[in-house]
């Protein structure tokens, strides 16, 4: 008897687990019908989209501080920013030369 009434708990506990799930998923996502079941399916595209956006944001975010912290070396040292302003004339010249043909 002590094993039918062991599984009938489990089951109670369960579906109370189930219920509130339920309650929180029909918050979430502002349900009021009570009879209204909501199913949660995990989507692989979906995950592997937000993972590159955040991998491509994290390298963004990580050459920007490369950039601004050149920046400033150039600022401060004066013989780095005359090469600077060198290197980025003819990066300007060889792109007018590309558009042009």
Do not use: D, W
């Not at 708990?9 to 109370?16: A, G, L, S, T, Y």
Request: proline share 1%; hydrophobic share 45%.
């Amino acid at each position: 008897m002590a094993k039918y009434k062991e599984s009938l708990v489990k089951k109670i506990r369960i579906e109370q687990e189930e219920n509130q799930k339920q309650k929180k998923l029909q918050e979430k996502y502002g349900i009021q019908n009570e009879n209204v079941r909501i199913v949660e399916r995990n989507n692989m595209g979906k995950f592997l989209v937000r993972t590159m956006g955040r991998c491509i944001r994290i390298t963004a975010l990580i050459m920007l501080f490369v950039l601004a912290a050149i920046g400033l070396i150039a600022l401060i040292y004066p013989e780095i920013r005359q090469e600077l302003i060198q290197v980025l004339g003819g990066v300007l010249t060889e792109g007018q030369k590309l558009i042009r043909g």
